[in-house]
């Protein structure tokens, strides 16, 4: 079961992340066209993608960070704690010695 669900979060997670550096890339190519066309035009473009779609593309980055945290305690692995870097050295103390 909990490998299960973390398989489920991991994917999510790695599906949320795309999603959102995917909005981040058209941003910056609605951004850049913008410059291009400038004036009224490009202002009104760029202002209705940021009220419009943005906000959605940050929600999608909210779900897949917790998505992420929810799978990275579902496989106990905690990347901040220092519990894995003894083993790792006593596991090296242990093959030198």
Do not use: W
């Amino acid at each position: 079961m909990r490998k299960s669900m973390e398989s489920f979060f991991s994917s999510v997670f790695s599906l949320g992340v795309l999603i959102a550096v995917a909005g981040g890339v058209v941003m910056f190519a609605v951004f850049f066209y913008a410059i291009i066309v400038g004036g009224a035009e490009g202002g009104k473009m760029v202002v209705s993608m940021q009220k419009v779609y943005f906000p959605y593309f940050i929600k999608i980055a909210s779900i897949a960070i917790f998505s992420g945290a929810v799978a990275m305690y579902a496989a106990n692995s905690h990347a901040l704690s220092l519990k894995t870097d003894k083993e790792e050295v006593e596991e090296v103390k242990a093959k030198t010695c």
